[in-house]
Nanobody, 120 residues
């Protein structure tokens, strides 16, 4: 099982960017998915999490009202629509998922990350 993120890049302050992350490989159940980010010199922090039924979505206070997370279980994909981007949103963004493979315990997986840079 692997998570591959797409869509990072450079954008001006106030701009928008969309990230996607696709899960590849055979799995039995795709549980909680999320996006995290890590700015240079800082700890990794939660951006948003979304459970399988897409209810009770959780956002970091810093992104509420600007970012929207969604998922497509059939496509094994999570997306993050980011608007009104600010320089402080600059970070490497990582996707994350709880995955159960047939016959195995649930494990937590991370994607490799995609760089988002917001210029002022």
């Amino acid at each position: 099982v692997q998570l591959q993120a797409f869509g990072g890049g450079l954008v001006q302050s106030g701009g928008s960017l969309a990230l996607s992350c696709v899960v590849s490989g055979s799995l039995f159940h795709l549980g909680l998915m999320g996006w995290y980010r890590q700015a240079s010199g800082k700890q990794r922090e939660l951006v948003a999490t979304i459970p399988p039924g897409s209810v009770n979505i959780n956002y970091a206070d810093s992104v509420k009202g600007r970012f929207t997370v969604s998922r497509d279980n059939a496509k094994k994909m999570i997306s993050l629509q980011m608007t009104d981007l600010r320089p402080e949103d600059t970070a490497v963004y990582y996707c994350n998922a709880d995955i159960t493979q047939r016959g195995s315990m649930t494990e937590n997986f991370w994607g490799k990350g995609t760089q988002v840079t917001v210029s002022s």
